[in-house]
């Protein structure tokens, strides 16, 4: 059986400079995982994991969870429409699932 939480945030001020740099560094990987995309013209998620996982976990500061999060997130984008280049606004929603947020 699969639950659902949701929950409320609140993050004391530090924290919340964290998760918007968090946030931020995302949504830049996002964008740069969405021109690799583009250009290879690779929109299935198992070879965008192949090409982009690796190269993000080493050069990013994202966990390697949250690295395969932003992998799925640029390919549900291109699975809406493989027409246009998609590109992500900086503070942009980022799902967290278990794995990357515990409390």
């Not at 639950?3 to 993050?11: S, Y």
């Not at 976990?57 to 992998?71: D, E, F, G, H, N």
Request: charged letters at 25%.
């Amino acid at each position: 059986m699969k639950l659902t939480l949701k929950i409320k945030l609140l993050p004391t001020t530090e924290q919340a400079e964290l998760l918007l740099k968090s946030i931020n560094e995302a949504n830049k990987v996002c964008n740069a995982m969405s021109d690799i995309t583009w250009e290879g013209k690779i929109f299935n998620q198992y070879k965008i994991h192949h090409k982009c996982y690796h190269p993000f976990k080493k050069t990013s500061q994202l966990s390697a969870q949250m690295v395969v999060r932003c992998i799925s997130k640029v390919a549900d984008a291109y699975k809406i429409d493989k027409k246009i280049k998609r590109i992500f606004r900086p503070l942009g929603g980022i799902s967290y699932d278990n794995r990357i947020l515990t409390y």
